[in-house]
């Protein structure tokens, strides 16, 4: 794919939806590092409707710490994975309270060093919560990247660093929502939705003819 065609890709889904953001539900980078450990293998939907819950009664890193894993498992327990979630929030929390005296951490490095963190994790912390021009690359935009030809590589670490190499510096901030929504509502695994796709002329994969 070559760049004008990037760059007309990004100009489109601006276009479409000029200020796009997360759907994890939060109002602290404390709130969305929890809310996005809890999304792993999880929906948006079902992490809003636990931390609507949590949230009002337990927003910051001493405040889970205090609820322990047992109560956090009250609030989580609707979400997969939710004991091995717990145990790593609670974790977490320590951690922060320690060494960062209850502050989210502003590097990759230091946020890849708490439990429960990886690259694509700290990756939504340091663009979502702090404005940094990084993309996360989860399910959707791993697929798509491969799928439309935008960046393809055989697993998320190097489709992450081409995303990081092709994606115009101007669309880089905004660039892992716009992929995420449209993997997530449009360019859907099984039966992408190539009648609604704003970048349908621009995509290459072979085939969207046919679906």
Known sequence: MNPAKRREIFLRLQAANP?????????????????????????????????????????????????????????????????????????????????????VP?????????PGVGRKTANVILNTAFGHPTIAVDTHIFRISNRIGLAPGKDVTEVEKKLMKVVPDEFKQDAHHWL????????????????????????????KNSV
């Open 19 to 103: 200020h796009p953001t997360t759907e994890l539900e939060h109002q602290s980078p404390f709130e969305l590092l929890v809310a996005v450990i809890l999304s792993a293998q999880a929906t948006d939907k079902s992490v809003n409707l636990a931390t609507r819950e949590l949230f009002p009664f337990a927003n910051t890193p001493q405040k889970i710490f205090d609820l322990g894993e047992a109560g956090l498992r009250e609030y989580v327990q609707r979400i997969g994975l939710y004991q091995t979630k717990s145990k790593h929030i609670i974790q977490m929390c320590r951690t922060l309270l320690e060494q960062h005296g209850g502050h």
């Open 180 to 207: 995420i929504l449209h993997g997530r509502y449009v360019c859907v695994a099984r039966k992408p939705k190539c009648g609604e796709c704003v970048i349908r002329d621009l995509c290459e994969f072979k085939g």
């Open 106 to 114: 502003q590097t990759r490095e230091a946020l890849e060093a708490l």
